[in-house]
């Protein structure tokens, strides 16, 4: 068996549209029974009957996080709060945070989800799944425990941070498929390293889950070396439920993401127009399939473009390419659009850097700092030449020239959460 | 024939320095010789120590940026030309010293050298009869 439910996810692109037609014309009916979108269908005159064919989601304005914030916190429950048996919430550093309710169906979904996608990367119920999210509001945590539980993996429950102790689970208890945050995944092998732990050889891990934060493709393949493991690249948001909206299969060409609970438009983010297909645009996505609080075109921020073709791996979902951050990450720097994951891509061909960085602006300067790995030679010459290398080809890539700072190991803040690699002092009136 | 030099990698920040020598302190670790070479923004701290094994495991398990180096260490009786006269028969094999810096122990003057090429240093050493000392020679001279 290949599939976890090989009808839906190799379903043909014709009925796989019908189903998300139906789908679709069901979720308006039920976001009407929310405040704010009887609001907004009532002031745009969307009815029933506006939505004929996949095409008319056109005519449904964007939602976005201010509308979520706007309404805090049930404006867009479309079921009374008795039916609703958990919420998730942002932190609401900026503002009100963001809620969004579930129902008991939508919890069972949003499991099956989470259950489909591990299943296509090869885990099954012999497997011993250790979950290093934090659990309680953020979603990676119960989003992944429920999935790995409705697959029959046996689960560990870690949550985050506590190396340590990470190391020692994943030793005794014989687990063999990490979910973890990229950053955090390169930080727990190197702890494992330097305690004389050699995961190829002393764990069983085969599969890591790795997603939460923007990542390039060579900080993945510096995972898979570290740990002997593939690393398989999953893409969620709170909003979106949370983990298993879009996953790598074995291909590890781009994330699937599950079209029968969600409908894919990618658009540019300035003219709010559809992009062609392959082009990069902010990704919009509507809830087909959830009940207690549907979504519809709601604009995530998250930058991607839509890979075309088929997947070899049988599966008719439409594939994304790995994000390339988000619109709000993006720094603009002397009128140049710079996003982090382009000077990571630079650092992480560096063998002698570790994985740990930051990023500095400020009086319209660039600084990047970065750790050295443990191939810290003695030798003066070298580290100079090291610099060197690092700011050219940072400046071939970003075209500016960006301050580099080759640090101590530990100088910078350990990330064990999602990394914080953009520190921004301008001052903007 | 060589001894254990640990080079760590110091920023330029205050505080740096005193964290590594605490770590050394508290482990009951002796200095036995330490040059820094700095730039702008981060510095080299060479240094002989008591327990270069000890010392490496503690500053790497304190997240301390380190690496073992080998480096030769010349003893001379410390008067006018001495130096001079060890090094020129380096100069003469055509070997390069990368960096040097001394101390003195029991009225002998050390030279600690970093040459660019090690295995021809051995040779000079060996052809030239020059007084060395290795790492365990250290051990007794700082007992006495």
Known sequence: MTYWQEELETMNRADLEKLQLHRLKETLERANHSTFYTKVFQEHAIIPETIRSLDDLKKIPFTTKEDLRNHYPFGLAAVPLQKCVRLHSSSGTTGNPTVILHSAKDIDEWANQVARCLYMVGLRDTDIFQNTSGYGMFTGGLGFQYGAEKLGALTVPAAAGNTKRQIKFIKDFGTTCLHIIPSYATHLAEVMYESGIDPRKDTHLHTICIGAEPHSEEQRLRIEELLGAKAYNCFGMSEMNGPGVAFECKEQNGLHIWEDYVIVEIIDPITL????????GELVL????????????????????????????????????????????????????????????????????????????ENDEMQVEVELSDLFTDDYSQLQRLSKEVTRQLKDELLLTPKVKLVGRGSLPIQEGKAVRVKDLRKFS | MTIHQLSIFLENKCGKLSKVLDILSEAHIGIIAAAVADTSEYGILRMIVSDPDKAFALLKENNVTVSKTEVLGIVTDGCAGSFARALENFTKAGISIEYMYCFSVNGKSILILRTNKSVEAYEVIRKYRLDYISSSDLEHLMTC
Not at chain 1, 273 to 280: A, H, I, K, L, R
Not at chain 1, 290 to 303: H, K, Q
Not at chain 1, 342 to 354: D, H
Request: glycine share 8%; with cysteine; aromatic share 4%.
């Open chain 1, 273 to 280: 127009e559809p992009v062609p297909d392959g082009q990069v």
């Open chain 1, 286 to 361: 509507t809830t087909i399939n959830r009940e207690a609080m549907p979504l519809l075109r709601y604009r995530t921020r998250d930058l991607t473009h839509l890979i075309p073709g088929d997947c070899p791996c049988g599966r008719t979902h439409k594939r994304i390419a790995r994000l390339k951050g988000r619109s709000d990450d993006m720094i603009i720097l002397k009128g140049v659009n710079i996003f982090p994951i382009q000077i990571e891509t630079i650092l992480m061909k560096f063998k002698e850097l570790g994985s740990n960085y930051l990023i500095t602006i």
